[in-house]
C-alpha cells in the first residue's frame, strides 16, 4: 500500500521589524527537519495587539525580501499587507488553505513569548482548524514553553493537542502543537532597533542584504 505524504507548508508571521538570524535560522532548521515543501514568511500589516511598527510596511517587506533571497523554500507572502488594515492571521490561514488546496498541511511558526498570548488572537480556537502549530524556544523568555503557565483557557484547549514527535505533524492535516528544538539565538528586533539607535553595530545579527537596505534608507536610527 502506498502510504500518501501531503506536502507541509510552513507559516512564520511577525512584525519583521526588521527580520533577523532569529528569525531565519528558527525557519530554516524546522523546513529541514520537517521537510517542508516552502516555508512562507508573512509580514502583518497593522498588528492588532502591539504598538504599531518603527518602519513602514514597505520597508518590513522589502527587508523580508532581501534577507530571504537565495533560499529556494523561502517564500515573501504579502497577502497581510495586500489586504491593508489589521491583521489577523485566522484570515490568511483561510486564504491560503484556499490557495493552496486543502490536502496542504499548513504549520504555523510561533515563538513560545507569542504562543503564550494565543487566546488574544481573533477567532484563535478556529486556527486549530486550519494549521498545526510549531513552537520555538526563545532565550531571554521562557527556555521553553512553560505548559503550566499557560492561561487556563489556552491550556485547556491545547490539552489534547501536544505531540513530541514531528513525524504526528504529516499524519494530521491541523489542530496539533509540536514544541521544535531548535538553536536557541538570543536575537530580537527590540533589542537591534536599540543598537541602531544607539549608534551601535548590527553586524552579524542580521544578514547584510537586510542591513545594508536599513542603512541605505536610514531606518530606526530616529532620523528616518
Ligand atoms: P520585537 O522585538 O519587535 O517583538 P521579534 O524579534 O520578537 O521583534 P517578531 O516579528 O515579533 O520579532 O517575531 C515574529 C515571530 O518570530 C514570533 O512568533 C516570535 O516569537 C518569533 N521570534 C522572534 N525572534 C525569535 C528568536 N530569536 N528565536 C525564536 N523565535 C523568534
Ligand atoms: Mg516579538
Redesign the pocket.
Known sequence: MRKLEFPLVGI??????PI?Y??LR?AEEIAETISMREMRFVPTGIPRLRQSPAASLQHRVAMVRAAIRGNSRFILDEREIRRGGVSYSVESLRELKRELGADVILCF??????FMKLAEWHSWRDLFGLCHFII???PGHASTIDRDALPWELAEECAPRWVSAEDSLKRASNGLIFVAP?T???????AIRARIAAGSSIRYLIPDAARDYIAANHLYSGEG
Open positions: 512564520f508571521g511577525g512584525t519583521f521589524d533577523h532569529g528569525h528558527v511558526i510561533i515563538g513560545a513569548d507569542a520555538v524556544a526563545r531548535t536557541l539565538l538570543d536575537i530580537s528586533a527590540t
